[in-house]
């Protein structure tokens, strides 16, 4: 029944120490989302996909890169780890409706910790 | 860019009551989605509502869209419905999506 699966759903890594976060769905779904959700504060949005079409927020750093190998597979791959990387990361699936999105499905996300 | 504003940020409910959570957004918007994030932190999606009004079950949501503003209503609340609800809007152009910071919910037994 899963839909937008996340693995691992607890990640830590070491300052500086590159780390790779997946996601994967099972609704076909055209965009995928990466968010970032910090302690107490609403989810921000990375980047998203719109099929093989990338594209990345103004303020995301360049620290964060994406990877979209099929329609079912979407990673996040943060280069270089900062403390201030620590957060809930949510991936988000939606059909285009069109030129704008649908109802978005979310992963239950990974908890990052940067020691 | 678009701003959202949600009120209350915080809210106490005695297990039975009602409530209205509010949404204001600054600009005209392609969408607008109503999200519950359990304690656990999963976030689940109540409503897709860019105007007009929805009901599912205990919850109805009403957007006004002329007005730039969303409302949430929860009737006969339970302890399950506590968590954080998010009010996320799309901008006209289009798969931006920009949450409002929410507003943290709590139903008392």
């Known amino acids: 029944d899963a839909m937008v699966i996340q693995n691992p759903r607890y990640q830590v890594t070491q300052f500086g120490k590159p780390v790779t976060l997946s996601c994967s769905q099972t609704?076909?779904?055209?965009?995928m989302y990466w968010y970032q959700q910090k302690s107490s504060q609403a989810p921000k949005l990375l980047f998203h996909?719109?099929?093989?079409?990338?594209?990345n927020e103004a303020d995301t750093p360049d620290n964060f890169q994406s990877r979209r190998p099929n329609t079912s597979f979407c990673f996040l791959d943060i280069r270089s780890p900062g403390l201030g990387d620590a957060a809930m990361y949510l991936c988000?699936?939606?059909?285009?409706?069109?030129?704008?999105?649908?109802?978005?499905?979310f992963g239950p996300g990974t908890r990052l910790t940067v020691l | 860019g678009i701003q959202v504003e949600q009120s209350p940020p915080d809210l106490i409910l005695q297990e039975g009551a009602n409530s209205t959570l509010r949404c204001n957004f600054s600009?005209?918007?392609?969408?607008l989605q109503w999200f519950h994030q359990n304690p656990w932190g999963q976030l689940i999606n109540l409503f897709y509502?860019?105007?007009g009004t929805k009901q599912n079950g205990r919850l109805s949501a009403t957007t006004v869209a002329t007005e730039r503003y969303s409302l949430l209503y929860i009737s006969s609340s339970q302890t399950t419905d506590s968590g954080v609800y998010f009010c996320?809007?799309?901008?006209?152009?289009?798969?931006?999506?920009?949450f409002g910071a929410g507003t943290r919910l709590f139903v008392k037994a």
């Open positions: 600009d005209s918007v392609n969408n």
């Open positions: 509502i860019p105007s």
């Open positions: 996909y719109y099929d093989k079409d990338f594209n």
């Open positions: 609704l076909n779904h055209n965009v």
């Open positions: 988000a699936t939606s059909r285009d409706n069109p030129g704008r999105a649908d109802t978005q499905y």
């Open positions: 996320a809007v799309e901008n006209t152009g289009g798969f931006k999506t920009i």
